[in-house]
């Protein structure tokens, strides 16, 4: 990272941190502490290990409904912007899917399967699959015919086209599939875990909403806003440096 | 032996969201000797690359056949296409590899590479390359597989002259030691004297061939005087022909 950016991040998070400083002062209620307070009590959440528990166990739900929904819709994404007649066949579907709202889903999903582990990956894959889904249907249409037909002409068979042809062509659409999908995910892990689990941070939001405890919502927000900054910068980025060596 | 025969009674091009077709190629036959070089010289438009593209069999939606040594079916053929076509995101070893179905060892493309003037280009990424080294790359790609049967659609297109030329010379050399069945279109009747050992002429679509002209002429002997009196030769000799010449 350039030195100027870093600079610039952490004079735009400080900013931030002032603001909230000063609004929390100004008000001085017990419904917005200030970011002292919410660090204080963040430390004590990790060193007593209730954290990390429940952050462990979203990150894990996060993980497998991620790269399921990515790996399916990756394929039904590919099958319907490469086959004309099946896309228009299955294109209200995809419509209805997208647009069913998520609450209804996890609803469906926890009446039909019961309140079980599956039942929750299950209602967040379904709701993420859509757009993986229609993204990748795009990419897989402006694909480059020319390079398509040279694979055919030499003989790569399936597997080497979509490893050297297809999937490079993808990976920008794949890329922002993921950062949009990893978004989207953790809304609807934590809506999943507060209707329907009994740990997860989504849970534990839900029983300090019960407690009334304000400072605790917000220690316990500011600790996944660092998770992501960190899959961002640790494992989003640099797989997006590596796949643009070659520009 | 990979001796080609030609028989298509039929190719048809449908229209998106039309009932109506129209004949692309119709009663088109040549046969072609082990080792032959081609120039295939036609109007623009008149269905070349569709020819070709049936030939190699990325195409086999018409009427009619292809013989390979008189077994029906679809030769074993390495193109060079119009446009070099290579994978942007490998680089120039990688994009010869890849062509190849069984391992072919580094050393066999450096030595390739190295005739074609590349010798210092095989970790280089397309990007990083000038069109006529592509090219290159795209030729050396073909050579490097075996195949039966090279087919060539115009591969030194928007080249300027004094590339395309070096092109050409690479190209006799390359054939040269490693003869193969060639075919080559071109819509420049010099670049078709010169390289061909016979030249088919195509008429417009629905495309037949209209002439069949052999060149006996040892390759080194054909200077640009040579070409040029032998292209004079033609227009008054075959005066059909002189739209394409």
């Known amino acids: ?247 | 032996m990979n001796q080609l025969n030609v028989n298509i009674k039929l190719k048809q091009h449908q229209h998106h969201g039309d009932e109506n077709s129209f004949d692309v190629i119709k009663n088109l036959h040549f046969e072609q000797q082990s080792d032959q070089f081609i120039c295939l010289v036609g109007p623009s438009g008149c269905g070349k690359t569709t020819l070709l593209n049936i030939i190699g069999g990325l195409d086999n939606n018409y009427e009619g056949d292809i013989q390979i040594d008189e077994q029906i079916g679809t030769p074993n053929a390495s193109f060079v296409f119009q446009t070099p076509r290579l994978l942007p995101w490998c680089n120039v070893l990688e994009n010869i590899q890849l062509a190849n179905e069984t391992d072919i060892s580094p050393d066999t493309i450096e030595q390739l590479l190295l005739e074609l003037g590349l010798k210092n280009s095989l970790n280089s990424y397309p990007h990083h390359l000038s069109l006529g080294m592509q090219r290159r790359v795209a030729l050396a790609r073909a050579f490097s597989v075996n195949s039966d049967l090279l087919l060539m659609d115009e591969p030194f297109v928007s080249l300027d002259q004094p590339t395309a030329r070096k092109a050409r010379q690479l190209l006799l050399t390359l054939w040269q030691t490693q003869p193969k069945t060639l075919i080559f279109v071109t819509h420049d009747i010099e670049e078709a004297i010169q390289l061909a050992d016979r030249i088919l002429f195509l008429s417009d679509s629905p495309s037949t061939i209209i002439d069949d002209i052999a060149i006996n002429t040892p390759r080194s002997e054909r200077t640009s005087e040579h070409i040029n009196s032998f292209r004079n030769e033609l227009r008054t000799e075959h005066q059909h022909l002189a739209h394409l010449l």
């Open chain 1, 1 to 247: 990272m350039p030195r100027s950016s870093f600079i610039n991040s952490t004079l735009s998070l400080g900013l931030l941190l002032l603001i909230w400083q000063v609004t929390a002062s100004i008000a001085a209620s017990p419904v917005l502490p200030s970011p002292v307070l919410v660090f204080t009590t963040l430390i004590d959440a990790i060193n007593s290990g209730e954290l990390p528990h429940h952050l462990g166990i979203t990150l894990f739900r996060l993980a497998i409904s991620f790269f399921l929904a990515m790996l399916l819709g990756i394929a039904i994404g590919l099958a319907l912007g490469r086959h004309k007649q099946t896309n228009l066949f299955f294109d209200s579907w995809l419509i209805i899917l997208l647009n069913i709202p998520a609450l209804v889903t996890i609803i469906l999903c926890y009446i039909w399967f019961g309140l079980i582990e599956t039942a929750a990956i299950f209602a967040v894959v379904v709701n993420k699959l859509p757009n993986v889904i229609v993204t990748i249907r795009e990419g897989a249409r402006n694909l480059d015919e020319e390079l398509i037909e040279m694979s055919v002409a030499y003989r790569f068979g399936k597997w080497k086209t979509i490893r050297h042809v297809i999937m490079p062509q993808l990976y920008p659409y794949i890329m922002a599939s993921a950062r949009t999908g990893l978004a989207l995910i953790w809304k609807i892990v934590l809506v999943v875990e507060l209707l329907g689990r009994s740990d997860g941070m989504g849970y534990q939001i839900h029983l300090f909403f019960q407690l009334f405890d304000i400072t605790s919502i917000l220690a316990y927000t500011v600790s996944f806003i660092f998770v992501i900054q960190l899959i961002e910068t640790t494992i989003l980025n640099p797989l997006d440096k590596q796949s643009q060596r070659w520009k």
